[in-house]
């Protein structure tokens, strides 16, 4: 009963809305550079998910209280990314054990309420990790953050395109993260156009 209530509470705080509610804080306030371009990563990841979800078609755990696809597990996928770009961004041994222990705790609760399979938590872990590397890679030869947010748009529009293609509809939560990416570009060249501003001002 105890380890129950223990894995209810670590889903509902560290899940999609908690990592989403860190990503965000650290966006705000730590690093913009760095935290715009994980949440650009995480919510291109919400519809990337769905994709892979169809095309490998393995089925939730009889014990989860929804029916669908569980492979890769878009929870963990969500949150992986999440962790695995503070550990390749932040070399602090503190903070890279603390990314990977929580990325543990969330997967190995998911697997305790029945929700997911190991293997779907696995290999969340594992698109997340070749998607950061992957996007990391491409972010450093354009170069500019402007570009960045481009790139992600345009990948997240095809990933939706073929979404409905496989399915025949779009997801409301793929619709809210196509949502979120685009007004966080907004957000990010705002605030680009505005530091630019500032920027000259102070040569004058």
């Not at 730590?30 to 089925?59: A, E």
């Not at 529009?157 to 809210?176: A, E, Y």
């Not at 705002?190 to 530091?195: D, F, M, P, T, Y």
């Amino acid at each position: 009963m105890l380890i129950n209530t223990f894995s209810v509470h670590i889903l509902k705080h560290l899940g999609v809305w908690g990592t989403l509610a860190f990503a965000t804080i650290g966006f705000l306030i730590v690093d913009r550079k760095n935290f715009g371009q994980c949440l650009l990563i995480m919510f291109f990841t919400m519809t990337y998910n769905v994709v892979l979800k169809n095309v490998f078609k393995v089925d939730l755990p009889p014990t989860c209280p929804v029916r669908g696809f569980g492979f890769p597990s878009g929870h963990m996928h969500f949150a992986a990314i999440f962790y695995l770009e503070l550990i390749y961004f932040y070399k602090n041994k503190m903070v890279r054990l603390g990314a990977c222990t929580l990325m543990l705790i969330i997967g190995s609760n998911m697997v305790i309420r029945g929700y997911h399979y190991v293997m779907d938590v696995i290999g969340a872990i594992l698109c997340a990790a070749i998607s950061v590397m992957l996007f990391n890679f491409i972010f450093k030869k354009i170069a500019k953050h402007r570009f960045n947010c481009l790139f992600i748009v345009g990948m997240h529009l095809l990933t939706v395109f073929v979404l409905f293609c496989q399915i025949g509809f779009v997801p409301k939560h793929v619709l809210g993260a196509l949502w979120g990416t685009c007004i966080l570009c907004v957000v990010c060249g705002l605030w680009e156009i505005s530091a630019m501003k500032r920027l000259s001002q102070k040569k004058r």
